[in-house]
């Protein structure tokens, strides 16, 4: 029986309608019964630990102040499934948890293996390549590190790009200035960008440019130094222009690549630049590479049973 002394605290960890505990339930294979500010599990002895620290873990956070998403739950679950069970008595045997990233909004923390691991690379390595299905947070982890980088005047700007490739890159038929032309290419990146910065911050740095949205075919002839440079979609990305971007790496910058090599739109025939470039300079010393899989999708849990089942039918 595990008991928690806030009891709004506790009603917010166990969910509206207790989803979260039926979360735990499921991904567990335990039962997990409510009663008031306290939650009796049964289960095997492996299976009511790791119930236990996903609870203890997420109840702390709240203690702390954070806030908890059905998104951390998951997190919370994978993370100790993949730490194992521990039955140490001191807990500096334990594992240690996820990485994360401290953003003046809120902390980031990674919720997969593959998460995590991207988050290291991010914090390690000048050019970083996220490759994997949609919903894994390749783009929105690096949208973090962009804004924890930039918040900490580590660099001064943040540049985002990504191939329109169902424009030809001829984006000069499209009404408005440049930004207005790129943002139905761009929206998924203004999604992070808000959800990770006060919005008052992000307009005022768009309009002085300190967040700079540039398509790819404008970046041809550029420098880009002191900053943080994502190319999204880049699986759309041509061989020629994959080399060109990557040339455009200056001092003191960073270069964050993200793609799905499974949803390229290029002409059939053409070679997409991501694959190519992954596979060129695999074990390039300065350059981290983290794959991603159905298994790290952090939307909706059906995403990812969608995403195994294309899987298993393009493996046949």
């Not at 790791?50 to 873990?57: F, P």
């Amino acid at each position: 029986m595990l008991t928690f002394d806030d009891n709004r605290l506790a009603s917010i960890l166990f969910g509206q309608y207790g989803q979260n505990l039926a979360l735990i339930e499921r991904r567990l294979n335990v039962v997990a019964e409510q009663r008031g500010n306290q939650v009796a599990i049964e289960g095997s002895r492996e299976n009511c630990e790791q119930a236990k620290r996903v609870l203890d873990g997420l109840y702390q956070r709240l203690r702390r102040g954070d806030e908890i998403v059905q998104g951390d739950v998951e997190g919370a679950i994978r993370q100790t499934l993949a730490q194992g069970v521990l039955f140490e008595e001191t807990p500096a045997a334990a594992k240690p948890g996820f990485e994360q990233i401290n953003l003046r909004k809120r902390p980031v923390r990674a919720r997969t293996a593959a998460q995590d691991a991207y988050i290291r690379a991010l914090k390690r390595h000048s050019l970083v390549f996220g490759t994997g299905p949609a919903g894994t947070g390749k783009t929105w982890l690096a949208v973090a590190q962009a804004v924890h980088l930039f918040e900490r005047k580590e660099v001064d700007r943040i540049i985002l790009s990504r191939p329109a490739v169902e424009a030809g890159e001829r984006l000069g038929f499209l009404p408005g200035d440049m930004r207005e032309k790129v943002d139905p290419y761009l929206r998924p990146i203004y999604d992070a960008l808000f959800d990770l910065m006060d919005a008052r911050v992000v307009e005022r740095a768009l309009q002085t440019d300190e967040i700079e949205i540039a398509p790819l075919a404008f970046m041809r002839g550029r420098t880009l130094a002191n900053a943080v440079v994502i190319l999204d979609e880049a699986q759309n990305t041509t061989s020629m222009q994959m080399k060109m971007f990557l040339t455009r790496l200056g001092e003191n910058s960073r270069m964050i690549v993200t793609g799905d090599p499974s949803q390229v739109d290029l002409p059939n025939g053409q070679t997409s630049g991501l694959a190519e470039a992954v596979a060129l300079l695999d074990g390039v010393e300065g350059i981290g590479h983290v794959t991603f899989s159905a298994e790290d999708v952090v939307r909706h849990e059906l995403v990812g049973r969608i995403v195994a089942a294309y899987d298993r039918r393009d493996a046949k």
